[in-house]
């Protein structure tokens, strides 16, 4: 059995639809009251303006809708908590599709609902078992939505650093599931029992080769915040940068764990 499926974690499928709209919903509210000179300011994705980055948190959730155009797969063959490994391997065509959406959809607001009514009607009328052909591999509906909040809440915070002021919530819920999911991929990247990686109250995961921790205060302990765990695993925040502002606490000899991240890029 491989390191992956060895660590899979079953998510409720209920909650995570509702956290998969919920945060949507909490998007959709802090754009429409975005401004066009809002719209254009730079993010921190390189040369997309805040406007690309909208467009870009919509085609995540369209991503549902693209798959469930297509045939499912005869099987499925990657389990969810290997799909943040998969996600560099798009990002050219990523770039290319997502500005042909700005193109296309001028009226952000109405892009954004359009989508939140179809996808409403995808998620009543297809059952959480259905296969999906993604860019990791075949995966069920419904953990293919936990990829989703990984997405939503990763560019939330990517919106409120570009926009000055924005205060976006964040669905309990969607945290959590980007968090878990984050965290056990690290563990299946770096599998070992050495170092205990803590990001309360969401994650508690055992990596890193070396002697196993079985009782008392482990020897190799890092801590830090959901936001800051998610910034790390996905390159926002260089490693160094948060241990040196105290954003991460880290002891003992193999409690450095920089050169393992980000995880997903």
């Known amino acids: 059995m491989s390191p992956a499926k060895k660590r899979a974690r079953s998510y409720d499928p209920a909650k995570t639809r509702a956290a998969v709209l919920a945060q949507f919903g909490h998007v959709r509210e802090a754009v429409r009251g975005l401004t066009p000179e809002q719209l254009?300011?730079?993010?921190?994705?390189?040369?997309?303006?805040?406007?690309?980055?909208?467009?870009?948190?919509?085609?995540?959730?369209?991503?549902?809708?693209?798959?469930?155009?297509?045939?499912?797969?005869?099987?499925?063959?990657?389990?969810?908590?290997?799909?943040?490994?998969?996600?560099?391997?798009?990002?050219?065509?990523?770039?290319?599709?997502?500005?042909?959406?700005?193109?296309?959809?001028?009226?952000?607001?109405?892009?954004?609902?359009?989508?939140?009514?179809?996808?409403?009607?995808?998620?009543?009328?297809?059952?959480?078992?259905?296969?999906?052909?993604t860019n990791a591999g075949a995966l069920p509906l419904d953990d293919y939505l936990v990829t989703r909040t990984v997405e939503l809440v990763v560019h939330t915070d990517d919106l409120t650093a570009a926009v000055a002021g924005l205060e976006v919530p964040y669905d309990r819920q969607a945290l959590a599931a980007a968090t878990r999911l984050l965290a056990d991929a690290l563990a299946v990247k770096a599998p070992g029992g050495s170092t205990e990686v803590r990001v309360p109250p969401y994650a508690v995961v055992q990596c890193v080769e070396g002697p196993r921790h079985t009782r008392g205060t482990p020897p190799n302990v890092v801590e830090t915040d959901p936001l800051t765990w998610i910034r790390l695993a996905t390159g926002r925040v260089a490693w160094k940068d948060a241990v040196a502002e105290a954003k991460v606490s880290a002891s003992g000899e193999r409690a450095d764990i920089g050169d393992l991240l980000p995880l997903m890029s």
């Open 40 to 133: 254009a300011l730079p993010t921190r994705l390189g040369e997309w303006s805040v406007r690309e980055l909208v467009a870009h948190i919509g085609m995540a959730l369209t991503a549902v809708h693209r798959a469930l155009d297509e045939p499912a797969p005869a099987k499925q063959d990657v389990t969810v908590v290997e799909w943040p490994f998969a996600t560099a391997a798009s990002s050219g065509a990523i770039d290319e599709f997502t500005r042909g959406l700005v193109a296309e959809h001028a009226d952000l607001d109405t892009y954004l609902a359009d989508i939140d009514e179809s996808l409403r009607a995808l998620l009543a009328e297809h059952p959480g078992g259905r296969l999906l052909a």
